[in-house]
């Protein structure tokens, strides 16, 4: 089973930072793209970073490149996303999911990964 639990959301300022982690169970993290997706209020889900197994590729959208960061500890079975100069059009869940097949880009692009949506964790960037 590849089963992720998203932590670290809450409703922050605009220019604020917040961090994301992804602690994943059931399976070993090592092999596997790891991907951090969204979805806003009425709009589709898309995807905001992904990173390959060792950490050596990764993908930004490019409304967050140059304001998030993505890393792993895969001893720790962790994804995180470190968010910087958060802006109110960040606001949504979200989301990590696997692939073990895909380019980073590709995965992000097409919202690719294996499983299915878990629960996510809300992101609010408000004054």
């Known amino acids: 089973q590849l089963q992720f639990v998203e932590s670290g959301g809450g409703l922050v300022q605009p220019g604020g930072s917040l961090r994301l982690s992804c602690a994943a169970s059931?399976?070993?993290?090592?092999?596997?793209?790891i991907g951090w997706f969204r979805q806003a209020p009425g709009k589709d889900h898309e995807g905001v970073s992904c990173?390959?197994?060792?950490?050596?590729?990764?993908y930004y959208a490019d409304s967050v490149k140059g304001r998030f960061t993505i890393s792993r500890d895969n001893a720790k079975k962790t994804v995180f996303l470190q968010m910087n100069s958060l802006k109110p059009e960040d606001t949504a869940v979200y989301y990590c999911?696997?692939?073990?097949?895909?380019?980073?880009?590709?995965?992000?692009?097409?919202?690719?990964?294996?499983?299915?949506w878990g629960q996510g964790t809300q992101v609010t960037v408000s004054s």
């Open positions: 059931g399976f070993t993290l090592d092999y596997y793209n």
């Open positions: 990173i390959s197994p060792r950490g050596g590729s990764t």
């Open positions: 999911a696997a692939d073990r097949t895909l380019t980073v880009q590709a995965m992000c692009v097409n919202l690719h990964f294996l499983g299915s």
